[in-house]
Each structure stands twice: as structure tokens, then as C-alpha cells.
């Protein structure tokens, strides 16, 4: 596709349940990264794959929260037992490779209720 | 001290005029740098990048860049009111990861 694809772009999510967010970066993008924006605040570090290896997980907040890449092409980031203070906004970026621009996905806005 | 350091605004600023947006950040081991568009409820969009010190124009955009004073900063002339968003400055201390400030809220007035 042209640009990052992420979906679904909302999720309302019962506090407890887990979800699934899914990213499609642009093709032949090495770099994938996931981030997080909670409202009013820039977007926060989760995650960062180089192809299909998790090169840094340093932002994750939890051992809730786990993200897979596992051909190098599409994420996916899990969140189980979701709690209020997961709603956010979740951002997926991908590069060519590391050093060089990132483009950001729509986003998937989660609300837990 | 935040890594990355904005003011949050908003800056209000006539149409026409001149927009001017600052940033200081914290780690000096930063090498590129990155300024980011955002409109409400929408993804950041990419709009400058710089890498090394001085200004870099790009339209009617005009990144600087001071690493002594860990200071980068974005100049929108003419500014329309299509440019009224939330401009976000992100470093990256390390060779890939972006580091983002909270955004300064830009408003153009007609």
C-alpha cells in the first residue's frame, strides 16, 4: 500500500479483555515502531523491530503488553488484561531503514471501559 | 528535566505573519532531527528534517539547527490557516528512535 495501515482504527475494549492492533507498514520498510499518545502529549516509545527482530522493547509499560513481527512485514500489538489507563491512542511508524524519516499510521484509538 | 522541551501554547499568530517554534532537548548525542505536523485527531505527518547545524528551507518552512545549544527550531512564513495544528520536535538520541516533545499548538488567525 501507499502508506502504513492500521486497523481497526477504534477499539472499545471491557476492562480485563485483551486486544489485538495490527500494522501494515509501507513496503519494503525495514523499520517498524510503535508508539503511544495519550491525549494532550506527544507520542511515547513502545517498541522497535528491524525486520522481523524486536531491537528495543524498552517503552512497553508492562508485561501486558507483547508485539510481534514474526516476517519481518506486519506488527501486531497485544495488550492483555487491559486496564483504564491503556486508552490511548496507539501510533505505528515504519522506515526504510532506522536512521531515516518515519511515517506514521492513522492510528488506532482504544478506549477501555 | 523532560527530554525534549516545548511550549505548549497555544502560539497565536495573524495569517501572513511569521510562526516561530522552538525546541530544546536534552541529549547531546542526538543526530537527527525531526519536526512532525499533527492535526487534531489525526497522525503525525512528517514535515522537516535536519541533520546538521544551520537552516534548512524547505518552501515556506525553515528548520534550525544549533547543537551547541541543543536548540532546534521551526520558522513557517506566511503563515495560513491551514497551518493551525500541533507541531511536534523529536530527536533521536539514538540512531532510530524519536523522541517526542509535547507539541506547541500553533493557531493562525484570518
Known amino acids: 500500500g501507499a502508506g502504513v495501515s492500521q486497523s481497526p482504527r477504534y477499539k472499545v475494549a471491557k476492562r480485563g479483555q485483551d486486544v489485538a492492533l495490527r500494522c501494515d507498514p509501507i513496503?519494503?520498510?525495514?523499520?517498524l515502531f510503535w508508539y503511544q499518545q495519550a491525549l494532550g502529549q506527544g507520542p511515547e516509545f513502545l517498541t522497535y523491530?528491524?525486520?522481523?527482530?524486536?531491537?528495543?522493547k524498552s517503552g512497553l509499560p508492562s508485561d501486558r503488553f507483547f508485539a510481534e513481527r514474526p516476517e519481518g512485514s506486519v506488527s501486531t500489538l497485544k495488550i492483555q488484561r487491559t486496564q483504564q489507563e491503556d486508552s490511548a491512542v496507539y501510533l505505528c511508524?515504519?522506515?526504510?531503514?532506522?536512521?531515516?524519516?518515519?511515517?506514521f499510521g492513522q492510528g488506532t484509538r482504544l478506549t477501555v471501559v | 528535566q523532560k527530554e525534549v522541551e516545548q511550549n505548549s501554547g497555544p502560539l497565536s499568530v495573524p495569517e501572513g505573519a511569521i510562526a516561530s517554534l522552538n525546541c530544546t532537548y536534552s541529549?547531546?548525542?542526538?543526530?537527527?532531527f525531526f519536526w512532525y505536523r499533527q492535526y487534531s485527531g489525526k497522525s503525525p505527518e512528517l514535515i522537516m528534517s535536519?541533520?546538521?547545524?544551520g537552516d534548512k528551507e524547505d518552501g515556506r518552512f525553515t528548520a534550525q539547527l544549533n547543537k551547541a545549544s541543543q536548540y532546534v527550531s521551526l520558522l513557517i512564513r506566511d503563515s495560513q490557516p491551514s497551518d493551525s495544528a500541533t507541531y511536534l520536535c523529536?530527536?533521536?538520541?539514538?540512531?532510530?528512535?524519536?523522541?517526542f516533545g509535547s507539541g506547541t499548538r500553533l493557531l493562525v488567525r484570518p
Open positions: 511508524a515504519s522506515s526504510f531503514s532506522g536512521s531515516t524519516e518515519a511515517f
Open positions: 513496503s519494503g520498510h525495514v523499520s
Open positions: 523491530f528491524q525486520n522481523e527482530a524486536q531491537l528495543d
Open positions: 541529549d547531546r548525542g542526538s543526530q537527527s
Open positions: 535536519i541533520y546538521s547545524n
Open positions: 523529536a530527536p533521536t538520541p539514538g540512531s532510530y528512535k524519536l523522541i
